[in-house]
């Protein structure tokens, strides 16, 4: 299964963009182990139409632009479920056991999904608090690699 990050937003060179690329870089190393050859995150940038549903549902268009027929899709949502990297894990070896080719995880611009991918997709937080962009991909960069990390049994999680 191919697993991608797909954000709204471009960030500058930073420690936590470094970070989150080199999460990604060790969950593709390790993913391979688990059924995960390839793990990306794809930058897209940011709408400036002149209202909000307009802006949502052009960034809606360009995150789901190219997706593969069936991804499965999981959006960064305030209103989402909350999980402990153990959930995240299982749900991953239910995706992978269940035959699923490719899972993105869409991270909205400043003004949130639009009603039709909410609708659409599994809604996910990474807690109750609100976060930075960088912060969030950075964080999900994280639990991916530890969710892999946790598939194959690596010794990183130690719950």
Do not use: C
């Not at 899709?73 to 269940?98: H, N, P, V």
């Not at 608090?129 to 912060?135: D, E, G, Q, R, V």
């Amino acid at each position: 299964m191919r697993v991608s990050i797909r954000a709204v937003g471009r960030l500058k060179t930073s420690p936590e963009q470094a970070l989150a690329l080199d999460y990604l870089s060790r969950a593709e190393k390790l993913g391979r182990r688990a059924g995960i050859p390839s793990v990306s995150l794809t930058e897209l940038p940011e709408s400036r139409a002149g209202t909000l549903l307009l802006r949502q549902r052009e960034e809606t268009s360009r995150l789901l632009a190219a997706m593969p027929a069936g991804t499965v899709l999981i959006a960064l949502d305030e209103r989402g479920e909350e999980m402990t990297s153990l959930q995240l894990a299982a749900d991953l070896r239910r995706l992978l056991d269940g035959g699923s080719k490719h899972l993105a995880f869409l991270i909205g611009g400043a003004d949130g999904h639009a009603p039709e991918l909410q609708a659409r997709a599994r809604l996910l937080r990474l807690g109750r608090m609100t976060w930075p962009h960088a912060l969030v991909r950075l964080m999900l960069a994280e639990q991916i690699y530890r969710s892999v990390t946790i598939l194959i049994n690596h010794p990183y999680h130690r719950a």
